[in-house]
């Protein structure tokens, strides 16, 4: 099955600057990668997702980057804001399976 | 168009005792997927139902049962409830089962006290 690590656990920034989480995946065979930001008591909700076949995407303010050879794909959040404060988790699937194998989470604090 | 949505949002049992949490999925969607998150930790897959059947499952105990029916909504069930049962229950909805997986959109959760 697929595994997935995520760093750092917890990361402060002052409002304005960027922000990069990091996460690997075990999987070859995976090719969808989909971020998620969760504030305090509500849903996960999709910011931004990649598949294999492109090496990065953006929107907007964030961005995601995948490197398939070291198995590898970060977020980049740059010009943060106090309302980027949340959750955030990488996820991967499994294979040909359609379940998502998340990683542990990163608390991000954008300090005003 | 409705997302998904989940109920009850929050549930207090006690230990032994049986649960059952609904969800129904996003419009246009046939395929429902479960999912615990304990505090401070990222969800874990319980299963996935598509065409009223379990096709995928996570490591979880039998204790942990579901359903989906013809209109897509599902079911979660827990038996003989433990304390580390006490977590935040997702449902997330997706289109089919192809090779190329979509996005899953999640719904509100129930959250789920055991006592």
């Known amino acids: 099955g697929e595994n997935v690590e995520q760093h750092p656990s917890t990361l402060s920034v002052q409002e304005g600057d960027s922000a990069v989480i990091k996460c690997t995946y075990s999987d070859s065979a995976s090719n969808y990668f989909p971020w998620y930001k969760q504030e305090l008591g509500k849903r996960p909700q999709l910011i931004i997702d990649i598949r294999s076949n492109v090496g990065e995407k953006k929107d907007q303010r964030i961005a995601v980057t995948l490197n398939k050879t070291a198995k590898h794909f970060s977020l980049h959040i740059t010009e943060t804001q106090p309302e980027d404060s949340a959750v955030y988790f990488c996820?991967?699937?499994?294979?040909?399976?359609?379940?998502?194998?998340f990683g542990s989470g990163t608390q991000l604090t954008v300090l005003p | 168009d409705a997302g998904v949505t989940q109920s009850p949002t929050h549930l207090i049992k006690t230990r032994g005792q049986q649960v059952t949490l609904r969800c129904s999925p996003k419009?246009?969607?046939?395929?429902v997927s479960w999912y615990q998150q304990a505090l401070g930790q990222g969800p874990q897959f319980i299963f996935q139902?598509?065409?009223?059947?379990?096709?995928q499952r996570g490591n979880f105990p039998d204790r942990f049962s579901g359903h989906q029916f013809p209109n897509y909504s599902s079911e979660l069930n827990v038996n003989a409830l433990l304390l580390g049962d006490s977590a935040l229950y997702l449902c997330a909805s997706s289109l089919g089962l192809t090779s190329s997986l979509g996005e899953q959109f999640f719904g509100p959760g129930t959250r789920l006290t055991v006592l």
């Open positions: 139902y598509y065409e009223e059947e379990e096709r």
């Open positions: 996820a991967a699937p499994s294979g040909s399976a359609r379940q998502l194998t």
């Open positions: 419009s246009g969607h046939d395929t």
